[in-house]
């Protein structure tokens, strides 16, 4: 069984900075790639930005230069550290993770996602 919980969500004004943390746990063998992903009222779930595990990253045109994406192996958890924050960044924010539980092939896992909001 594996979960991922993300926190770190909240209320936040224009202009302001959150950091979402993504935390793995059970009987994980390995987690390769990681992603940030977020749905906002009345919109279809988007791509924020993944990283492997060797730590590439890439990112959604609309967060480039604003989000930065990292994650602690060792603890496996993910982080995603908004800053400039917009009111249209506003979203229910989901971690995913590809994770491998031996002797099983790696499946895709989803948290329950944190609330994100942005405005004055």
């Known amino acids: 069984q594996v979960q991922l919980v993300e926190s770190g969500g909240g209320l936040v004004q224009p202009g302001g900075s959150l950091r979402l943390s993504c935390a793995a746990s059970?009987?994980?063998?390995?987690?390769?790639?990681m992603a940030w992903y977020r749905q906002a009222p009345g919109k279809q779930r988007e791509l924020v930005a993944t990283?492997?595990?060797?730590?590439?990253?890439n990112y959604a045109d609309s967060v480039k230069g604003r989000f930065i994406i990292s994650r602690d192996n060792a603890k496996n958890t993910m982080y995603l550290q908004m800053n400039s924050l917009k009111p249209e960044d506003t979203a229910v924010y989901y971690c995913?993770?590809?994770?491998?539980?031996?002797?099983?092939?790696?499946?895709?896992?989803w948290g329950q996602g944190t609330q994100v909001t942005v405005s004055s």
């Open positions: 995913n993770a590809e994770v491998r539980v031996l002797p099983l092939a790696p499946t895709t896992h």
């Open positions: 059970g009987s994980i063998f390995s987690i390769t790639g």
């Open positions: 990283i492997t595990r060797g730590g590439n990253t």
